[in-house]
């Protein structure tokens, strides 16, 4: 979930990095936004054009969340939720263009990720304590999920609430939003390679290396898979059930729902999905979210129906504690088990169930207003050795 548009500069500094090849410049920025933390490394030939990038693609994930964040009262898509039933709602090209992907997206998930859902967010109170609705509550909650409570026309840029209670969630779909924005950005910009890590979901452009860590679905920070990628690859993301889960009446319930049931999914591990060039980061962000709650068989069909995109699974054991580890035909032979970090791969994100899948709990964050980061930066020594 998306959180007021509050950008705090963790570090108030870019950070000159030995880059991978020639004399090249990394600039690398750690910094808060869409309510979780943002890391991006820009290689560029020069600190003042690696700096330029790493800023363009910060403000436009900056845009992205202030058009999609329904933590805040006036963006784009609070408005949309608020707008009088039966009276249609002129959409920016940029809105309509992500609400056209996560629709588009969301039938490769045959109904198991539905972005007109915030009714059964409010039914289980997921940005708040948690409950668990009564039958009754949960129907109408139900009666107000999919394409027919709004209807989006693509040609007309416009969408129509047909039922009093519907809204778009943006959790699924959001930061996926955001990072292809900041790819596009940096596409631009001219730098060589970047690499962003988005509350956990990743996002590669040119020349960066494609590698990280997927972390043990119970235990955050302990990887368990090294994942060596195609270098076409544009984004990951992971999703699992164990991202605050909810102690509703005794039962722990998990935050990813199942639109089709409007029931907590299934908890059996984790599921990462790989995009490549042509697909993007939001449908990494949709279909993490809709796979995890196909579960695992139907998942890893599904990802070799589809060009571009790969899933590998971590499934818990029936009996005894360890992982299950399975992944579609893409996959085969770039990856490995590790039961620690392995020197060479120290540098590697670490992207984990938690996440890699925005909650809808997420709170607005309380930090104070950005510092410009370009302007709080200490003075540059130069390029790297």
Request: proline share 9%; charged share 25%.
């Amino acid at each position: 979930m998306l959180t007021p548009l509050l950008i705090t500069a963790l570090m108030a500094q870019t950070t000159p990095q030995p880059a991978e090849s020639g004399d090249a410049v990394r600039v690398e920025r750690h910094l808060a936004v869409m309510g979780t933390d943002l890391t991006i490394e820009v290689d560029g030939t020069d600190r003042p054009g690696a700096l330029g990038a790493s800023e363009a693609a910060l403000r436009a994930i900056e845009a992205a969340e202030a058009r999609l964040s329904t933590w805040t009262p006036n963006s784009e898509l609070s408005r949309l939720n608020r707008a009088p039933v039966g009276q249609a709602f002129e959409l920016s090209p940029a809105l309509a263009g992500e609400l056209e992907a996560a629709r588009r997206w969301s039938e490769a998930c045959a109904g198991a990720f539905e972005p007109v859902c915030a009714s059964l967010v409010r039914a289980w109170d997921l940005r708040g304590v948690g409950r668990v609705p009564t039958a009754a509550e949960l129907a109408a909650a139900r009666d107000a999920v999919g394409p027919e409570a709004i209807a989006v026309a693509g040609a007309d840029r416009s969408a129509t609430r047909l039922h009093a209670e519907a809204g778009f969630e943006e959790g699924g779909f959001g930061k996926g939003a955001g990072l292809d924005a900041a790819l596009a950005a940096l596409a631009e910009s001219g730098a060589h390679g970047a690499r962003l890590d988005l509350g956990g979901q990743m996002a590669w452009f040119g020349a960066a290396e494609r590698r990280l860590l997927v972390a043990d679905p119970d235990q955050r920070a302990r990887p368990v898979v090294a994942l060596a990628l195609p270098a076409d690859t544009v984004s990951a993301a992971t999703s699992g059930n164990s991202e605050r889960p909810r102690d509703a009446a005794g039962i722990v319930r998990g935050h990813l729902l199942d639109p089709r049931s409007g029931r907590p999914a299934r908890d059996f591990g984790s599921i990462t999905v790989v995009t490549s060039s042509g697909i993007g980061a939001l449908a990494a962000d949709v279909l993490s979210t809709g796979f995890f709650v196909l579960g695992p068989d139907a998942a890893l069909a599904a990802a070799e129906r589809l060009d571009g995109v790969d899933v590998l699974v971590l499934e818990r054991a029936r009996t005894g504690a360890d992982l299950q580890l399975r992944c579609s035909s893409g996959l085969v032979g770039r990856f490995e088990r590790i039961d620690s970090p392995p020197e060479s791969s120290t540098t590697a994100p670490v992207i984990d169930p938690q996440r890699g899948d925005p909650p809808s709990s997420d709170p607005p964050r309380s930090d104070p207003p950005r510092s410009d980061p370009p302007r709080s930066d200490p003075p540059s020594s130069g390029s790297p050795p």
